[in-house]
């Protein structure tokens, strides 16, 4: 079956650090998304990169699709930036927009 | 993006009981879906909610326990019956409103059975 792996699965951080987050999948992709869960348990949408690289903020996100990964990039970490992070790749030849959601990195900021 | 909302945002429910949740978007969308998140679990695909006929359902889910309606391009529920404690989650509306679109989502109903 299509196998989505985060890692690492727990990420602990001083403020101010940076940190990378991966996602391995095991099929052809056409998309994929990252999204933030706060610990309101709302759903952000952070990036949405099929391959290349997109910046938004302190955030960036690279997705090698031939290579069949992506990168989350977080510099100068926050308190906010805690919560769980999920990559959920939509695969080639799947229903319109179907997800496949990893497990997650949850990651906590400490001030 | 389109606004997505989802009543209610949680409720405290009785075994046994059934409770429906409603999606809301605010401009027409192409796809509509229904997630499970268990505690402390990832995101689960329910079902496809198809515009004027049945939801596609994934495997290990059915139609009568977790029966769906989108009457229009707009709007869907989600009803969750007979339920049990096994049943508390998180459960979650997204949408996509084409091809080569993101997907997005709802804030969530927090469901909790006694």
């Known amino acids: 079956g299509i196998q989505v792996e985060q890692s690492p699965p727990d990420l602990i951080l001083q403020e101010g650090a940076n940190s990378t987050l991966r996602c391995n999948f095991s099929?052809?992709?056409?998309?994929l998304q990252w999204f933030h869960q706060n610990p309101w348990g709302q759903l952000i949408n952070l990036f949405y990169?099929?391959?290349g690289t997109k910046q938004n903020g302190r955030l960036s996100a690279t997705t090698v699709a031939t290579e069949r990964y992506s990168l989350l990039y977080i510099s100068s970490s926050q308190t906010t930036d805690s919560g769980v992070y999920f990559c959920?790749?939509?695969?080639?030849?799947?229903?319109?927009?179907?997800?496949?959601f990893g497990r997650g990195t949850q990651l906590t900021v400490w001030p | 993006s389109a606004v997505i909302s989802q009543k209610p945002s949680r409720d405290i429910c009785q075994r046994g009981t059934s409770l429906t949740i409603q999606c809301q978007v605010d401009?027409?969308?192409?796809?509509m879906f229904w997630y499970r998140q268990q505690p402390g679990q990832s995101l689960t695909l329910i079902a496809t909610?198809?515009?004027?006929?049945?939801?596609?359902?994934e495997s290990g889910f059915v139609i009568d326990k977790f029966p769906i309606s989108r009457p229009n391009l707009t709007f869907s529920t989600l009803t969750v019956s007979n339920m049990s404690p096994e049943d508390s989650s998180i459960y979650l509306c997204?949408?996509?409103?084409?091809?080569?679109?993101?997907?997005?989502f709802g804030d969530g109903t927090r469901l909790s059975i006694l």
């Open positions: 997204s949408v996509v409103s084409g091809v080569n679109q993101p997907q997005h």
């Open positions: 099929d052809s992709v056409n998309n």
């Open positions: 990169i099929p391959s």
């Open positions: 959920a790749p939509r695969y080639r030849g799947s229903t319109l927009g179907r997800l496949y």
């Open positions: 401009s027409q969308v192409t796809m």
């Open positions: 909610a198809n515009q004027g006929s049945e939801a596609t359902y």
